[in-house]
C-alpha cells in the first residue's frame, strides 16, 4: 500500500508540473517491484502449505468435493 500511495502522490506531482517524469517512472517501477514480491511471497506461502499437507498425508487447500 505504501508504493501505491507513493506512485498516486508522485503522480499527481507530475500531473501538477512539480515533478519530473523520470521520478515518476522510478516511483511506478517501484510499484511493479512491491506488487512482484507480494506476488512471489503469496507463491511461497501456498507451495509451503501445499509441502505441510502432503507431509500430512492432506488435502492441500481443502476438500475439493
Known amino acids: 500500500r505504501t508504493a501505491e500511495e507513493a506512485y498516486r502522490l508522485t ?14 517512472l522510478n516511483a511506478q517501477r517501484a510499484l ?4 512482484a514480491q507480494t506476488i512471489n511471497a ?3 506461502r501456498l507451495s509451503a502449505q501445499a ?4 507431509l500430512a498425508g492432506a488435502t492441500p487447500f481443502g ?3
Open 51 to 54: 509441502g505441510l499437507a502432503r
Open 63 to 65: 476438500d475439493p468435493r
Open 11 to 24: 503522480r499527481l506531482g507530475y500531473e501538477g508540473g512539480k515533478l519530473d517524469l523520470v521520478e515518476l
Open 32 to 35: 511493479a517491484e512491491a506488487r
Open 42 to 44: 503469496a507463491v511461497e
